[in-house]
């Protein structure tokens, strides 16, 4: 919905064609480049940053192929690397600016993409084990994450529970998609069943829906342990530059 109201506003300025329409989702895709530098320059230093951001816009077709075409999903990205950069700062400085910050972009977020509640536990265990935040600041925190999500409450109030309606018929939908697509084999013969990592991060079951399971687990996993080893390894530089 974020993007659809976008791409109105975009409409009524320059008029309706597909270069209108690809706008904002390219927008959305060239921002992942900045905020990737962002959060690699934050953790590693400025060489590291420039490093992330040339990775993210050199090779990746995600930015330049994925990012050009009139698709939704883009802003459920930049949603979620900015939130990762606010969580960078709030460990290293917690103040209510930046806890108010952090609690509506993640509460916005799931109004954004319902998916991105799935790193919302990552973003409360490196909360909990490194910034412990008072239990006022956590009011506050919280509060801001409500406000974020106004258009998501208003959304289901107006039309009563449409997310959970519509995420019971998508994930309904992904298992008889996945019945029937592990029950296929390829031309020699093996079943269908190496799922790309990046295809389960969304927690959508292509082929097997155990597979989809254990991938999204995985890479819940792999975020949690990356920003916890990125952060201790920034936490001993900042101690000794030696350690």
Known sequence: AFEAYLVAVVFGLLGESMTTLRLVPTAFALAWIPLAGLIAARLFGRSAGYLAAALVALPSPF?????????????NVVMILVAVYLLLLVLERVDRVRLAALG?????????????????????YVLA????????????????????????????????????????YRVGSSWRLSSRLVKARDEEGRFYRSVPLFQVLGAQPQRDG??????????????????????????????????
């Open 129 to 168: 084990r490194w910034a412990r935040p008072t239990r006022k600041q956590v009011r506050l925190l919280l509060l801001a994450g409500v406000v974020g999500l106004g258009p998501l409450i208003y959304g289901n109030v107006v039309h009563p529970l449409a997310t959970a309606r519509n995420l019971a």
């Open 63 to 75: 930015a330049f192929q994925w990012g050009f075409t009139a698709w939704g999903g883009h802003s």
């Open 104 to 124: 509506f972009v993640t509460g916005f977020s799931l109004w954004v993409n319902q998916l991105a509640v799935a790193y919302t536990p990552v973003y409360a």
């Open 210 to 243: 155990k597979w989809s399971v254990a991938g999204t687990a995985a890479a819940l996993v792999l975020v949690l342990g990356g920003l916890a080893g990125a952060w201790e390894s920034y936490r001993r530089r900042r101690e000794g530059p030696l350690a």
